[in-house]
């Protein structure tokens, strides 16, 4: 393994925090938004109500996919700690398809109430529930571009220290995705079907 | 961060505590399957018994409890704010953010709860209804 220099592991240590500082900005955008749903949840104006609309086994799945890719994303950090980069572009690899696969459930779930006619325009909560969701799914397709584009430069030019201090902060915003969907998952599916 | 670089870069950059392993993310994993399951499953027992298993305010709180527990231990075990040698300046930024979040989501629904308990509809024996039935509109 590499030895760094002091200063080159301070410099990568603020980028950690300035990312997270984003992060932390993010959280307050997303809170916002579950506090939109929250409180247009009931408003469905003579729409379907949640109850009618989310299935449990289906938003389970998703969240074992999402929570499996969590875990890919990182062995892949512990595969950079030991220098193995084709063990990095692997489990890079596992978590980009169980991304792109949650993606996918996302998206088909969309079109399903599309096709039935409940869109984001029926009702508030159905544009809070829209907003909301939808902003997770274009977080995650963030994510895997990134992911894609971090992958193609470790490809071609192994772990240098600038590519082992992005999957450090792209592992932070998989994570964090990761536990914002917790949230989804209860607030949104699972409380949604109890109330 | 650390004065003398080891072979740990991301414990170096105080990413993560020294020592982190592959049985850090096994036991992250572990928990957070076993509470998105429980709630999952107490709401599937729920349904299939008609809605008579449990009550609706226990089945929300279990929810709840789950996800708090279950968002605890991501933190831990994935977003590594907690353990030594950690960046203490993350979780202190954490802690602010948390406190944003608490005000924006709680002060909102304390709010427009309390806003909608405020425009109840008017009772249907009101004089405008009655006055409506009696002259078939205004």
Not at chain 1, 132 to 146: D, P, Q, R
């Amino acid at each position: 393994m590499t030895q760094y220099k002091p200063e080159e592991i301070a410099a990568d240590s603020k980028s950690v925090f300035g990312f997270f500082t984003y992060l932390m900005t993010d959280l307050v955008l997303f809170a916002a938004l579950f506090a939109t749903y929250a409180v247009l949840h009931s408003g469905v104006f003579g729409g379907p109500t949640s109850e009618e609309i989310f299935n449990a086994p289906f938003a389970l799945l998703e969240t074992v996919i999402l929570l499996a890719s969590s875990f890919s994303c990182g062995l892949s950090l512990l595969a950079a700690r030991r220098g193995n980069s084709r063990g990095v572009l692997a489990s890079l690899a596992i978590t980009f398809v169980l991304g792109a696969v949650f993606v996918v459930l996302e998206l088909s779930e969309f079109a399903r109430l599309a096709a039935s006619g409940v869109g984001p325009g029926v009702s508030a909560f159905l544009s809070s529930y829209f907003t909301l969701v939808g902003t997770h799914g274009l977080h995650i397709i963030i994510g895997l571009v990134w992911m894609t584009a971090l992958g193609i430069s470790i490809y071609a030019r192994g772990l240098t220290r600038g590519n082992m201090r992005k999957l450090a902060l792209l592992s932070l915003f998989w994570h964090f995705l990761d536990i914002i969907w917790i949230f989804i998952f209860t607030i949104v599916y699972l409380s949604g079907i109890i109330l | 961060m650390n004065p003398t670089p080891t072979n740990d870069y991301f414990a170096d950059i105080g990413f993560w505590p020294k020592g982190t392993g592959v049985r850090h993310y096994i036991i992250g994993l572990i928990l957070a399957l076993v509470l998105t399951i429980i709630p999952f499953a107490l709401l599937e027992i729920h349904l299939t018994s008609k809605h008579e298993t449990f009550t609706h305010p226990f089945l929300m709180a279990v929810a709840v409890v789950c996800a708090l527990l279950q968002f605890l231990v991501q933190v831990a075990f994935f977003l590594h704010l907690i353990g030594r040698g950690v960046s203490r300046e993350r979780l202190a930024i954490f802690g602010g953010a948390s406190l944003v979040v608490a005000i924006l989501v709680g002060g909102s629904l304390w709010i427009m709860t309390d806003l909608s308990a405020r425009m109840i509809a008017p009772p249907s024996d009101s004089q405008m209804e009655l006055y409506m039935q009696d002259q078939g509109g205004f």
